[in-house]
């Protein structure tokens, strides 16, 4: 019996080994991107703001690794740079929508009843509106910069880390160990933050995980349709927008690198967060 209990849980092991490998590899991924986000400034070749007219798209050299744009920037000091706020952007709608969806979802499923349904009626209305045409109408009438916008997409992410939280947080109100320190007298701030909370953190992380990834590709469509970073910024998304005239003319490389380091810091998000999903809420995504 020992033997055959083996044999059926090792296979196991090894398949899941590869994908821990990959989760693995995308959070080495996220965190060399964060790193470049702090350190961006002082790992850059070059300013990355510094027009040389002489080397208009040039190619690839050794005073030039990635080339340079069409003012003769260099490419790897704008992607570098860049980073700081293709990142922090993205950073502050998570950041805001998670701990006020986060309240917003504890405080329905603790009291219930009509609040419950006064904060479900709500996210209902905000998740009609697409958080990318939300923070296009926001940024046209408060003008182009990326405050607006990221508050539009901090309010149109609520409904998407709420729902999820408030129904865990439904289930974990109602289970016996609540009611029981309930009946002890414990204050309710006391039982969110020593119990409900720390109980709900993985999936809220998990969540945030995911989500940045999201917030990313919207804030780069923002500024890729001029109404988020604006010139000389080296943003991610403005790069794949001030490159795509040199497209027709055969010169891709700032549309193409902007455009690769957008996909790999998303994709690197998902499938860290899918592996944080697995690994702590023990799902088999």
Same mark, same amino acid.
């Given at each position: 019996m020992t033997t055959a209990l083996f044999t059926r849980t090792a296979p196991?092991?090894?398949? %899941?080994?590869?994908? +821990? $490998? /990959?989760?693995?590899?995308?959070g080495c991924v996220v965190a060399l991107f964060v790193l470049l986000a702090v350190l961006g400034p002082l790992l850059a070749p070059h300013d990355p703001n510094a027009v040389d007219p002489m080397n208009v798209n040039a190619g690839p050299s050794t005073t030039h690794l990635l080339g340079t744009d069409d003012t003769g920037r260099d490419l790897l000091s704008r992607l570098i740079t860049g980073t700081r706020a293709s990142l922090a952007a993205p950073a502050v709608v998570i950041a805001v929508s998670t701990t006020l969806g986060t309240l917003l979802a504890l405080t329905a499923a603790w009291? %219930?009843?009509?609040? +419950? $349904? /006064?904060v479900s009626g709500a996210l209902d209305i905000v998740f009609g509106f697409p958080g990318l045409i939300l923070a296009v109408l926001v940024a046209a009438v408060f003008g182009a910069g990326l405050t607006a916008p990221v508050v539009a997409l901090s309010i149109a992410y609520l409904p998407l880390i709420t729902r999820v939280v408030r129904s865990a947080a439904a289930k974990e109100r109602h289970l016996p160990y609540v009611s029981?320190?309930?009946?002890?007298?414990?204050?309710?701030?006391?039982?969110?933050?020593?119990?409900?909370?720390p109980n709900l953190l993985p999936l809220v992380l998990v969540q945030a995980t995911i989500g940045f990834g999201y917030a990313l590709l919207d804030v780069a469509a923002i500024s890729f349709?001029?109404?988020?970073?604006q010139p000389p910024d080296p943003e991610w998304g403005l790069m794949v927008s001030n490159g795509a005239p040199s497209i027709l003319a055969g010169q891709p490389q700032q549309s193409l690198y902007a455009g690769i380091a957008i996909l790999i810091v998303v994709v690197a998000f998902n499938l860290l967060g899918t592996g944080l999903s697995r690994r702590l809420l023990g799902e088999n995504a």
């Open positions: 196991k092991r090894r398949a %899941g080994r590869p994908r +821990d $490998r /990959l989760t693995l590899g995308a009291f %219930g009843g009509r609040l +419950d $349904r /006064l029981a320190l309930q009946l002890l007298g414990a204050p309710t701030a006391r039982i969110w933050l020593r119990h409900l909370l349709l001029g109404l988020g970073s």
